[in-house]
């Protein structure tokens, strides 16, 4: 319980934040900016920010620190959403039971809001004023968090990942295919959202990064699998969208490749190794542990 | 003759820079990557990287530092064009003569081959190792230069000048509003073009920064009053692309605002303007004057 209170705190500490940041922009064109507030802001579990907080928490970083980190990181989501619902890629009408930003605005102003959603996650991050110092031969803190969020994002990451899932749509595709595909278009964003607040703690040692990495990873996959498991037999009610979209779209999934049964069990075996990575830290880390316990047994 | 024979030098530079720098990338989906070389590659005059290279030696500053800021200023010049040549932005089929990306490939392959490389801008400035240090209480340069990129090209900057440019389509507007949305449509960015080498040169003043970006301002938009003279008095052959299509599409231009003769007496007027602020720099400004000059006497 104690989880779910804090998991609603964090969701409003987003809000604000990015409700911050939205307002700050000078009014210019008040339709492109209603877009991109529209994009960023309406609905939205912020899954991301809540696991950079619940990092930072671990690792005993600074939380204003971590509102730059987790508001650069739901722009780029925000941004990638946006983008991703267009009629030329998967064509979605609703996202988060509300009408698309295209269907909303125009698909002009949605291709656009997402353009400068991607540019004001590197705003946020080059005009944040971090607490954390850097050591000497150290490159400093807001350098090294866009390193890992381009790495995250382009083309070595969520956009690359996006690029090999529309190649196989239509396609079948190998499990080992489906993961490489998912461990960049989910997973890379999502493993920023634990490195990133990883670096701002000043005391986690490169091992420790690592095993930080490996427990995101397993949940980046986990993510994935609920997310085909769901939308083989959630309802149009509960996912705020239609459901069966992805055999409709011809793609290939955990279910398709390994059977339900199969790809339950995947997801459960992923939720094991996640917790078997948090057991060897020596922070806190039941906050951790239960968000990747909630990410597969979530039914929305 | 010297300032023609420098302009193809850096324009093979910067090439070779942009090259090595998609080259890096590590192939996990080829076609996406295609687009991008082909969005960063095919054809370009490299306006900005000149502008960027030129300004550097004026300042004295280390020119593999300005290949970083050259290359990242290309990479959001070249994502801008793959999303505003698109269907729903201003569905252009030619570009520099050549089929433009998304027609070369297809809508939804453009469309992220552009978010990929404005990703790749902040990449290539995060990445790179600056010889510039930096005073104490000054922040380093790779976060002053992403901070003035971020500025020149989001919401603030290029994008939020594409916003306003949509939002005129169709309607007549004003001189001061035409102004307002090239001064952020293609002003941010060449500004910029000459701000962030600024930034790189360790001994120019504030003074001396302001007087840098008042010939940006003037020469950006002398370049879109150029750009509007061309696209009525042109060739189709010469341009690359069709004629009229500022007419076509119902944009406001200078001409239709100021009459041909009205809109080349402003060209030149800014000329002037352009020419007397370099007049106030202690350095050698001879390449950042012929470059004022070619951009109003072009004729493609």
């Known amino acids: 319980m104690a989880t779910l209170i804090c998991y609603e705190h964090y969701q409003q500490r987003i809000n604000d934040f990015l409700i ?6 000078t009014i210019n064109d008040t339709k492109l900016l209603d877009a991109m507030r529209y994009g960023l802001l309406i609905g939205g579990k912020r899954m991301r920010p809540y696991l950079a907080y619940i990092t930072g928490e671990a690792v005993s970083a600074n939380i204003d620190d ?7 990181i739901e722009c780029i989501h925000a941004y990638s ?10 064509d979605d009408d609703l996202r988060r039971g509300q009408p698309t930003c295209h269907k909303a605005f125009d698909e002009a102003t949605a291709i656009l809001a997402g ?10 991050l080059a005009n944040h004023t971090f607490t954390s110092t850097h050591k000497p031969n150290e490159l400093p803190i807001q350098v090294r968090l866009i390193q890992q969020l381009v790495s995250a994002s382009g083309y070595q990451g969520m956009c690359g990942g996006q690029g090999l899932d529309l190649a196989a749509t239509n396609k079948s595709i190998s499990l080992e295919a489906l993961e490489a595909l998912h461990s960049l278009k989910t997973g890379a964003l999502l493993k920023a959202s634990v490195l990133m607040p990883a670096l701002c703690g000043e005391l986690v040692t490169e091992d420790q990064k690592h095993i930080l990495s490996e427990y995101a990873q397993h949940i980046g996959l986990a993510y994935q699998v609920q997310d085909d498991i769901l939308d083989l037999i959630s309802t149009e009610e509960e996912l705020g969208k239609p459901v069966g979209s992805d055999v409709a779209a011809n793609k290939s999934t955990y279910p398709a490749l390994l059977g339900l049964q199969g790809a339950q069990n995947k997801a459960e075996n992923l939720l094991q190794q996640a917790l078997q990575a948090l057991a060897r830290l020596p922070y806190n880390t039941q906050s951790l542990a239960d968000f990747a316990t909630f990410i597969v047994k979530r039914s929305h």
Do not use: E, S, Y
């Open 20 to 25: 911050t940041k939205i307002d700050q922009l």
């Open 66 to 72: 971590i509102d730059a980190v987790a508001g650069a």
């Open 81 to 90: 959403l946006l983008h991703d619902d267009l009629p030329a890629m998967d």
């Open 115 to 124: 353009d400068a959603l991607q540019t004001l996650a590197f705003d946020i």
